[in-house]
């Protein structure tokens, strides 16, 4: 079985620009939370979605959006990106919302320059 | 609000060695409480979990985690060190998800960067 994808694994951005960053789920799995880890940092949590609905969201500001489509994979969206945005955005899967175990995809590394 | 602590930037020990990472935690209520595992440019591999039950919790690679509600300490150990253990490590708790929240997240710990020499 397929563990949990992220794409695309690197990716390079100017500030001021949007992106988008994707994420499959194990299967079977319907909940995703995203999470940012900038460099020395853990993990920060972002956004948890379940079931197509956003359940969670962490202290990020506006200009983090995400969605959830029908097959359960995910989107993380990102506009007029800063340097400080620059950082590993992993996703994470459990098979329901209040599932213990969250199993991580490697992650996107993105960085704004 | 929940909070993880991890007292150690680094911690080296010498290969064959025990070692032992040090965690600790506030949470409201009964924890969830889990290692992650990260090697370089690689997201967080799932070590090891503690629920409920035993307070030794046994995981992969030989890795186990010690749970204790009194001092809320869960610290990771390994009876004797690999030089491919050298990565870095973290300690997350998530609290029980309540009537109102309705659901609950993993809050993490700085890390700790293990370093196995040979």
């Known amino acids: 079985d397929a563990g949990v994808t992220q794409s695309p694994t690197h990716l390079i951005k100017t500030r001021g620009q949007h992106v988008t960053l994707r994420c499959s789920p194990i299967?079977?799995?319907?909940?995703v939370s995203w999470y940012q880890q900038v460099l020395g940092q853990g993990p920060q949590f972002i956004f948890q979605?379940?079931?197509?609905?956003?359940?969670g969201r962490g202290n990020f500001p506006d200009r983090f959006s995400a969605r959830q489509f029908p097959n359960y994979s995910s989107e993380l969206n990102v506009n007029a990106l800063l340097l400080g945005d620059s950082a590993l955005y992993l996703c994470?899967?459990?098979?329901?919302?209040?599932?213990?175990?969250?199993?991580f995809g490697q992650g996107t590394r993105l960085t704004v320059v | 609000a929940q909070s993880v602590a991890q007292p150690e930037d680094q911690v080296n020990v010498a290969e064959g060695n025990p070692l032992t990472v040090k965690c600790t935690y506030s949470?409201?209520?009964?924890?969830?409480l889990f290692w992650y595992v990260q090697y370089p440019n690689r997201g967080l591999q799932f070590l090891l979990k503690?629920?409920?039950?035993?307070?030794l919790v046994k995981g992969s690679y030989g890795f186990e985690a010690e749970f204790n509600k009194s001092q809320t300490s869960f610290h990771l150990k390994k009876p004797s060190a690999l030089v491919s253990d050298s990565a870095l490590y973290f300690c997350?708790?998530?609290?029980?998800?309540?009537?109102?929240?309705?659901?609950?997240?993993?809050?993490f710990g700085k890390g700790t960067m293990l370093l196995v020499s040979p």
């Open positions: 994470a899967s459990s098979w329901r919302q209040g599932a213990p175990e969250a199993f």
């Open positions: 299967s079977g799995h319907k909940s």
């Open positions: 979605y379940y079931e197509k609905e956003e359940r």
């Open positions: 949470v409201s209520g009964n924890p969830y």
């Open positions: 503690y629920i409920t039950g035993d307070n």
């Open positions: 997350a708790v998530r609290a029980l998800p309540t009537r109102n929240s309705g659901y609950s997240t993993l809050t």
